[in-house]
């Protein structure tokens, strides 16, 4: 379903990306682990052309690599970003509309998935999404992001800064959305992104240092030494 030949990524003359190969197919969850540096939010920003790149971007048979950013989403690629960014002054339910902005006819079928999905949204629809915890905002940046029923989900870190428990309980819902739509999963949570993944790359300074499919990336003495601590 996604296909990236030689994705190359330059600030300038520092190379945070040097030529990787990737391949996301329907139904699955690939992880993109690597530790702090290693160019997992450049090989995201570059997928979607938000920041200079080159290589190739095949989506569904279509060469995208050099349509502009909104033309990426509305083929159908939705990116959360690092840093869970929700709109802190609006209600819960209000993000959930910035969503749907584009695709409003759906808005309340939606909404009602995305209540069965995250409980805890449903709970605070009301509340203000900067008074919420930070596993909560993680929760309704991802579901905004679902509002636009988007056929590629990409998520930069999202268990970044959350207790294991809330991680555990978020990842299980990722785990569910990929009967939907594959999912491209970027974490330094090496442990947790491989327990639900289907397949895995290991980025290091900018190169796949290696890839496979999760069971066997989580039983590789380099990978357990280095990302999983055991
Ligand atoms: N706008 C920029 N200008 C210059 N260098 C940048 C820029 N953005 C990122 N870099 C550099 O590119 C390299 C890769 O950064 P990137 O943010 O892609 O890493 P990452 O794997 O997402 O790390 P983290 O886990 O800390 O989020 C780093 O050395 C970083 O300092
Ligand atoms: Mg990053």
């Known amino acids: 379903m996604l ?35 290693a160019g ?6 570059a997928l979607v052309n938000s920041v200079k790149k080159s290589g190739r971007v095949i989506f569904e048979g279509r060469n995208i690599s050099t349509h502009p950013t909104h033309k990426i989403v509305r083929e159908g690629i939705a990116l959360v970003p690092e840093g869970r960014r929700v709109f802190i002054n609006l ?11 584009n695709n409003d006819e759906n808005f309340e079928r939606l909404r009602g998935r995305m209540y069965e999905l995250f409980p805890r949204l449903y709970d605070k629809r009301e509340q203000m ?3 919420l915890s930070g596993g909560e905002q993680q929760m309704l940046a991802i579901a905004r992001a679902l509002m636009s029923e988007p056929k590629l989900l990409m998520l930069d ?10 991680v555990g309980e978020l990842f299980e819902v990722i785990a569910e ?41 989580e039983g590789n003495d380099d990978v357990r030494k280095r990302y999983l601590g055991v």
């Open 157 to 166: 870190e999202p268990s970044l800064g959350l207790a294991p428990r809330i």
């Open 40 to 45: 997992k939010t450049s090989t995201l920003n």
């Open 177 to 217: 959305l990929k009967k939907s739509f594959p999912i491209l999963l970027v974490e330094q949570n090496a442990f947790a992104a491989l327990s639900i993944a289907d397949y895995g790359y290991v980025l290091e300074n900018g190169i796949i240092s290696l890839e496979g499919e999760s069971e066997k990336l």
């Open 3 to 37: 296909e990236i030949k030689n994705l190359q990524v330059y600030y300038g003359v520092i190379a945070a990306v040097r030529g990787i190969d990737m391949h996301i197919k329907r139904g699955e969850i690939v992880t993109l682990i690597g530790s702090n540096g």
């Open 129 to 131: 999404a900067g008074t």
């Open 91 to 101: 209600s819960v339910e209000e993000n959930l509309r910035m969503g749907a902005f």
